[in-house]
Nanobody
Framework: QVQLVESGGGLVQAGGSLSLSCTAS????????MGWFRQAPGKERLFVAY????????SYADAVKGRFTISRDSAKDTVYLQMNSLKPEDTAVYYC?????????????????WGQGTQVTVSS
């Protein structure tokens, strides 16, 4: 079992920044990588960013590329999502997830542990 706890969400004006954190506990060595997903009201949950277990590989959804940065501190079992130049359309609940399968990292089905989510609201 892996437990994930997100923090750092909140309300910010458009153009502002927020930093999300996701701290893992339990069998963290079993994770193949970590992802961030988001779900806006009434919409499906979508891939945002991914980082491999060693941190050498990162990937981003086109909608956030150049504005968001994913990173990790393995010593702290924590993954971060730095979000800059935020837009109202970034408003969503953000979830971190632990990848348990070797399928496409942008697919929800490849992740077997999820955090409870943290709300990010960007006002215009």
């Amino acid at each position: 079992q892996v437990q994930l706890v997100e923090s750092g969400g909140g309300l910010v004006q458009a153009g502002g920044s927020l930093s999300l954190s996701c701290t893992a506990s339990g069998r963290t060595f079993s994770s193949l990588g970590m992802g961030w997903f988001r779900q806006a009201p009434g919409k499906e949950r979508l891939f945002v960013a991914y980082i491999s277990s060693a941190g050498g590989t990162t990937s981003y959804a086109d909608a956030v590329k150049g504005r968001f940065t994913i990173s990790r501190d393995s010593a702290k079992d924590t993954v971060y999502l730095q979000m800059n130049s935020l837009k109202p359309e970034d408003t969503a609940v953000y979830y971190c997830a632990s990848r348990g399968r070797w399928g496409p990292y942008f697919k929800e089905s490849e992740y077997n542990y999820w955090g409870q989510g943290t709300q990010v609201t960007v006002s215009s």
